[in-house]
């Protein structure tokens, strides 16, 4: 367990709708990242929130946006979604701000999604 | 654009045999992570790797890292049944590439490890 925890484990949804995946990083630890799997994409960086602020952005889709919130739990927020926007979303916690310091990577469960 | 390839992608071994996982990377980077991840589960951090010439084991597992050839490898001693599993090298994009993408992970495809009594 890494101490990372994600809700909802799975999500089930439709084409067109709107969903936010949340997730609280391991206590003390100030970055979260998001991260996209799928079978075509492998994994891919998403976004990067540190406390609180936006950090850095990866290939994630303008329908896809992301916060972080005081308690630095943080939610990913996907709309109008399609067939290919299926996968597995994990997020991760660092307690550096990326860069030069030293950046060990947490993962948590994962949410899969599946839109249909 | 930082790329990693790892090969191979798949690698069916027998018990008791040894391997090598390779990763390469594109742009200069000091900082390279190896993980393990089950079927359906999360990811679990093997090594951090964080200097040239940098060598680290854990049990059947050993990783290395050479920065100047941009080379890392993940070997296998004696394979178990145990170790079957998808492998994953990930780089962390240098903060000295300048614009905000510093920090983050990028990973390999993978390496789906199949270990065979």
């Known amino acids: 367990d890494s101490g990372v925890t994600q809700t909802p484990k799975h999500l089930i949804t439709a084409t067109g709708q709107r969903v936010t995946l949340r997730c609280s990083p391991r206590?003390?630890?100030?970055?979260v990242y998001w991260y996209q799997q799928s079978l075509d994409q492998g994994l891919q960086f998403l976004i990067h929130y540190y406390n609180g602020e936006e950090r850095a952005k990866g290939n994630i889709l303008e329908r896809f946006s992301a916060q972080q919130f005081p308690d630095l739990h943080s939610e990913l927020n996907l709309s109008s979604l399609e067939l290919g926007d299926s996968a597995l979303y994990f997020c991760?916690?660092?307690?550096?701000?990326?860069?030069?310091?030293?950046?060990?990577?947490?993962f948590g469960p994962g949410t899969r999604l599946t839109v249909l | 654009e930082l790329k990693v390839e790892q090969n191979p992608l798949f690698l069916s071994m027998q018990e008791g045999k040894n391997y090598t996982i390779y990763c390469n990377y594109s742009t200069t980077s000091d900082r390279l992570y190896w993980y393990r991840q089950d079927p359906g589960k999360s990811l679990e951090s093997l090594f951090v790797?964080?200097?040239?010439?940098a060598v680290k084991q854990e049990g059947r597992l050993m990783a290395s890292l050479d920065t100047k050839a941009r080379l890392s490898t993940l070997h296998i001693t004696a394979a178990v049944h145990d170790l079957s599993a998808t492998y994953f090298c990930a780089v962390v994009t240098p903060p000295y590439t300048g614009g905000t993408s510093y920090g983050k992970l990028t990973f390999g495809q993978g390496t789906i490890l199949t270990v065979h009594p």
């Open positions: 790797l964080l200097s040239n010439g």
């Open positions: 206590s003390g630890d100030l970055s």
């Open positions: 991760a916690s660092s307690v550096s701000p990326g860069g030069r310091s030293y950046n060990e990577q947490f």
